[in-house]
């Protein structure tokens, strides 16, 4: 059970440092986000809703879900290695972020 509630709080907190860190997101992809999001919502028959959480998983699928799984591939970290229990909290924390839809636009 402690285990469970450090990961939540550690994910709370990498969900609250995102969302402050949302100025440095990639002014590419959210262009193809906000384009993607304008041309659903203007010709499908999908709910905006439905469009947020679309355009959330492609961010979390991507985006935010590689680089917390493999920080090493991603040029997040370099040099200190990642031990199988701290990867294996890494997959875990990814996990919990998918399940709690992490992005509200």
Do not use: W
């Not at 384009?35 to 709910?47: A, E, G, P, R």
Request: hydrophobic letters at 40%.
């Amino acid at each position: 059970h402690v285990i469970l509630t450090k990961l939540y709080t550690f994910t709370c907190t990498f969900i609250e440092s995102l969302r402050n860190s949302l100025n440095f997101f990639p002014t590419s992809m959210s262009y193809l986000l906000a384009q993607m999001f304008s041309i659903l919502s203007k010709s499908s028959q999908l709910s905006l809703r439905e469009i947020r959480c679309l355009c959330c998983d492609i961010i979390m699928s991507l985006f935010i879900g590689p680089a917390i799984c493999e920080p090493e591939k991603h040029g997040i970290i370099a040099e200190i290695p990642i031990s199988t229990i701290a990867r294996h909290n890494l997959n875990q924390v990814e996990i919990n972020l998918k399940k709690r839809r992490i992005f509200s636009y």
